[in-house]
């Protein structure tokens, strides 16, 4: 993942992070306080974030599309899996060219096939009810053979995993 150099984006690591990517290493999940014993994972509505934090999540879906059987899966609060997938994109994109066009008229034909996906996503996360499961972690090591490896292999995709098993043979 590129790392930002304006001090208001997320991936803002400071003045000066070596090279331009964020270092992989190991985590272990924490309890949100240090007097929990428990790690509690979060869950929050994709509809209760904020429009620029919406659009930065599914300009990420955007790039991770084009990438063969790529889909985004959760748990809805009775527990029922649900998913999220490019093919099931297409009957969204007439809800965003509304919303673009009741915000400004000709908007939505000022955007590019980029933008206007991206648009489309977040309306499909809105009516599927999507929602996001942070677990946190704190960093143990720096694992420089494991970053070496993904370098050497195109496995900089800006995914964090906590199961080794997903992670596949390295």
Same mark, same amino acid.
């Given at each position: 993942?590129?790392?930002?150099?304006?001090?208001?984006? =997320?991936?803002?690591?400071?003045?000066?992070?070596?090279?331009?990517?964020?270092?992989?290493?190991?985590?272990?999940?924490?309890?949100?306080?240090?007097?929990?014993?428990?790690?509690?994972?979060?869950?929050?509505?994709?509809?209760?974030?904020?429009?620029?934090?919406?659009?930065?999540?599914?300009?990420?879906?955007?790039?991770?599309?084009?990438?063969?059987?790529?889909?985004?899966?959760?748990?809805? *609060?009775?527990?029922?899996?649900?998913?999220?997938?490019?093919?099931?994109?297409? @009957?969204?994109?007439? @809800?965003?060219?509304? !919303? =673009?066009?009741?915000?400004?008229?000709?908007?939505?034909?000022?955007?590019? *096939?980029?933008?206007?996906?991206?648009?489309?996503?977040?309306?499909?996360?809105?009516? &599927?009810?999507?929602? *996001?499961?942070?677990? +946190?972690?704190? &960093?143990?090591?720096?694992?420089?053979?494991?970053?070496?490896?993904?370098?050497?292999?195109?496995?900089?995709?800006?995914?964090?995993?906590?199961?080794? !098993?997903? *992670?596949? +043979?390295?």
């Amino acid at each position: 993942m590129e790392c930002s150099r304006k001090k208001h984006d =997320a991936r803002y690591l400071g003045p000066n992070p070596k090279g331009t990517r964020l270092y992989l290493g190991r985590y272990r999940k924490v309890p949100d306080d240090r007097y929990e014993i428990n790690v509690s994972e979060q869950s929050m509505e994709y509809s209760s974030l904020k429009w620029d934090s919406k659009y930065c999540m599914a300009d990420g879906f955007v790039r991770y599309e084009k990438r063969p059987d790529w889909k985004i899966e959760w748990k809805d *609060l009775n527990g029922k899996n649900k998913e999220a997938h490019k093919d099931l994109l297409q @009957t969204h994109i007439n @809800t965003a060219m509304i !919303k =673009a066009e009741n915000e400004e008229q000709g908007k939505w034909l000022s955007l590019n *096939l980029e933008k206007r996906r991206i648009r489309a996503w977040i309306e499909m996360l809105l009516d &599927f009810n999507y929602r *996001l499961y942070i677990t +946190p972690v704190e &960093f143990v090591e720096y694992d420089e053979k494991l970053y070496e490896k993904l370098c050497e292999i195109g496995g900089d995709n800006g995914c964090v995993t906590l199961d080794e !098993k997903e *992670l596949g +043979p390295l």
